[in-house]
T-cell receptor, first 109, second 117 residues
Framework: GQNIDQPTEMTATEGAIVQINCTYQ??????LFWYQQHAGEAPTFLSY????GLEEKGRFSSFLSRSKGYSYLLLKELQMKDSASYLC??????????FGAGTTVTVRA | DTAVSQTPKYLVTQMGNDKSIKCEQN?????MYWYKQDSKKFLKIMFS???????INETVPNRFSPKSPDKAHLNLHINSLELGDSAVYFC????????????????FGPGTRLTVL
């Protein structure tokens, strides 16, 4: 089985930086995804980490430490449109993608 | 062009009815999935097909039956609907199965909101 933990909610101000942590315990770990889901919409792909280290994509960065079972998603220069749920998801060697419960980020003016 | 599409978008039905949800992807992917997202927003895998072969079959009531007529389509049929089946059902696809590094990014359809009365 697997256990994926991330905070339930976070609030930040427009223009600020927010870091969403995700810890996982799983066998057969293959890689870690971050998805963004706006209310009433489908999840959309943000990032994918397989190796340890930081992956940067514009205002979004994702970090992975396989030995610590830890990842974070960093959102910089927050915009109102970044208000959404952010889902951490782990892939395993048995074809399964397992999602955490998601972190709802609220950006305030 | 819509990459992953689902029909219907909304489905309201009575308990005990049988209903189907359809999914189509035009990305040329080999793998398709059905997920259930409940009221607490938790997204849970139900089924996955790779090249029309069932590769994931989670602990789901046998009232749920997926069918993949070809690689581009994955339908979900639900018999004897119950109140607890109310949720949003998402279809997704990826080039290869989850765990196949580099080809397993999943792309989601818009979801079907099922309400059972």
């Amino acid at each position: 089985g697997q256990n994926i933990d991330q905070p339930t909610e976070m609030t930040a101000t427009e223009g600020a930086i927010v870091q969403i942590n995700c810890t996982y315990q799983t066998s057969g770990f293959n890689g870690l995804f971050w998805y963004q889901q706006h209310a009433g919409e489908a999840p959309t792909f943000l990032s994918y980490n397989v190796l340890d280290g930081l992956e940067e994509k514009g205002r979004f960065s994702s970090f992975l430490s396989r030995s610590k079972g830890y990842s974070y998603l960093l959102l910089k220069e927050l915009q109102m449109k970044d208000s959404a749920s952010y889902l951490c998801a782990v892939t395993r060697n048995d074809y399964k993608l397992s999602f955490g419960a998601g972190t709802t980020v609220t950006v305030r003016a | 062009d819509t990459a992953v599409s689902q029909t219907p978008k909304y489905l309201v039905t009575q308990m005990g009815n049988d209903k189907s949800i359809k999914c189509e992807q035009n990305l040329g992917h080999d793998t398709m999935y059905w997920y259930k997202q409940d009221s607490k927003k938790f997204l849970k895998i139900m089924f996955s097909y790779n090249n029309k072969e069932l590769i994931i079959n989670e602990t789901v009531p046998n009232r749920f039956s997926p069918k993949s007529p070809d690689k581009a389509h994955l339908n979900l049929h639900i018999n004897s609907l119950e109140l607890g089946d109310s949720a949003v059902y998402f279809c997704a696809s990826s080039q290869g199965p989850s765990g196949s590094t580099g080809t397993d990014t999943q792309y989601f359809g818009p979801g079907t909101r099922l309400t059972v009365l």
